[in-house]
């Protein structure tokens, strides 16, 4: 599935407000890493990832396995973080990002 582009500016203008839930070490990616950003995009669909690598290729090449590893949408990334998405049609409104910033964002 793919965003708009007006769909992509209101999850960074949400994603402005997040803190991040995954941090990803030099370690690279593990069974744990996946498990928790697999329930952190089922819980909150919309989420920020910290990554803890010093090359910018590295995090770039880190950034796509876990893309693949979790079928996440790459919103936007700046420096060492980034904001992936994942649509959940069974999500619980208290916890997901997009619906508890809907009414402050406009958005569907």
């Known amino acids: 599935m793919s965003l708009s582009q ?3 500016k209101a999850f960074r203008s949400i994603g402005h407000y997040l803190d991040p839930v995954v941090t990803v070490s030099e370690n690279g990616i593990s069974e744990g890493v996946v498990a928790e950003l697999d329930r952190a995009l ?3 669909e919309l989420i920020k990832v910290k990554l803890a690598l010093p ?3 590295d995090r770039a090449a880190m950034i796509d396995e876990l893309l ?6 790459l919103i936007q ?6 904001l992936l998405y ?3 049609p069974k ?3 208290k916890l997901s ?7 402050h964002h406009g958005r569907r």
Do not use: L, M, Y
């Open 6 to 8: 007006a769909q992509k």
């Open 42 to 44: 089922t819980d909150h």
């Open 55 to 57: 090359e910018r290729d």
């Open 68 to 73: 693949d590893a979790s079928s996440a949408e």
């Open 77 to 82: 990334k700046i420096g060492k973080v980034a």
């Open 86 to 88: 994942r649509h959940n």
């Open 91 to 93: 999500v619980n409104p």
């Open 97 to 103: 990002n997009i619906k508890r910033f809907e009414e």
